[in-house]
């Protein structure tokens, strides 16, 4: 059995949970967190430790999921702690996935352990596809699409806006963008083009409702390059109809093949989720059981979905792999 620990519960950090009880190869056997440990209820009896006891626990987990946010916590806690684990993370901050390579990579050579990061659906699987698009279709162009979904980063912000006291934003594809694309027209869309968002607000009671509304839309990098429809409304509809954190979307190539480029192809991978949290967390244990043979085989160094063999996140068996699946 794989022996996985998790750092960090939040809602990727349950969902790990959730993910390694269903593995058949893997057992959880610590989850660490910068809370009090007495005050974390998790859903499994897996031991709670003060992040600062991870050093403690180095020879008794083999793949350590680090569930942390991009902004802040990964850039410091991935490096660190494949000082004594191999770890799993899912950064996705895409500007900054070259820089976070390197620093992953130097200590995890050092330490002699494996890191794999970025992996989730986007970056991830998504990026997986959108290579895989460019090399059997060389000539031709990548297009991905987001949503419908809750943005988590972009309900944040508008949290922060005085007077606000919840919201929920949704990222949602043009419809007339979609059908280009899926047509082969191979269309140039601006960002506006591509999607929109709709936002679901709560608002306090006596706020400048059109102040809140013009903070949103004129909001620079998240809101005021989109077509963007502030909705007000009370807490209980919030709870009741935008409670779960639905997310996916789809990655387009169209490109033609042929001496004369006139055969015309459309690869489409599309992604439909409940809960984001969840599906990504799948994707992370399945990358911590890679994580964990790259290093029995004696490998170190980070890796990220482009460098790994899809065998290595299937639980069964190479042979049977091929009996099975190919």
Sequence with gaps: MIRVGIAGYGNLGRGVESAVTHAQDMELVALFTRRNPENVKTMTDVPVYSMDKAAEMADKIDVLVICGGSANDLPKQTPELAKLFNVVDSFDTHAKIPEHFANVDTVCKQSGKIGVISVGWDPGLFSLNRLMGQAVLPNGNDYTFWGKGVSQGHSDAIRRIDGV?????????????????????????????????????????????????????????????????????????????HKGIPHGGMVFRSGTTGLDNGTKHIIEYKLN???????????????????????????????????IAPAYIHPETPDVLRAKLL
């Design 273 to 307: 989720l409940e809960s984001n949290p969840e599906f990504t967390a799948g994707v992370l244990t399945a990358y911590a059981r890679a994580a964990y043979r790259l290093n029995k085989e004696g490998q170190s160094g980070c890796r990220t979905i482009f460098d």
């Design 165 to 241: 006291l919840d919201a929920r934003q949704y990222t949602i594809p043009v419809e007339s963008a979609l059908e280009k694309v899926r047509n082969g027209e191979n269309p140039t869309l601006s960002t506006r083009e591509k999607h929109t968002r709709e936002c679901f607000v709560v608002a306090a009671e006596g706020a400048d409702l059109k102040a809140i509304e013009e903070a949103i839309v004129t909001m620079p990098n998240y809101f005021a390059d989109y077509d963007t429809t502030v909705h007000f409304i009370s807490q209980e509809e919030l709870d009741r109809d």
